[in-house]
């Protein structure tokens, strides 16, 4: 059973950055395509970034790209996702997500069996 745990969230000013951690226990993650979601409150769930398990072909939303990168250490089983130039509009739980490909699609990750608990991110 694959157990996500996401670290790294916080409260920032507008403008900050801060690097979100996903790590996997018990479970090498070097064949998962990786995504992080976000859900702001009173908002539907929506994609944020997911790369496949070679670390290529990374995706991203449109309201982050340019601004938020993701990456992954599979030496370390540990995805990231670094935010850079954060607004307030990017306030939301951030959530990691895997499926058992190594490539990624968004609809197969929406309907992923794993995702870890969340971190909040508060940008003001």
């Known amino acids: 059973h694959v157990q996500l745990v996401e670290s790294g969230g916080g409260s920032v000013q507008a403008g900050g950055s801060l690097r979100l951690s996903c790590a996997a226990s018990?479970?090498?993650?070097?064949?998962?395509?990786m995504g992080w979601f976000r859900q702001a409150a009173g908002k539907e769930r929506e994609a944020v970034a997911h790369?496949?398990?070679?670390?290529?072909?990374?995706y991203y939303a449109a309201s982050v790209k340019g601004r938020f990168t993701i990456s992954r250490d599979n030496a370390k089983n540990t995805v990231y996702l670094q935010m850079n130039s954060l607004k307030p509009e990017d306030t939301a739980m951030y959530y990691c997500a895997a499926i058992d490909q190594r490539a990624c699609t968004l609809a197969t990750l929406e309907r992923s069996r794993y995702w870890g608990q969340g971190t909040q991110v508060t940008v003001s």
């Open positions: 018990r479970y090498t993650l070097r064949n998962n395509c």
């Open positions: 790369i496949y398990s070679s670390g290529g072909s990374p």
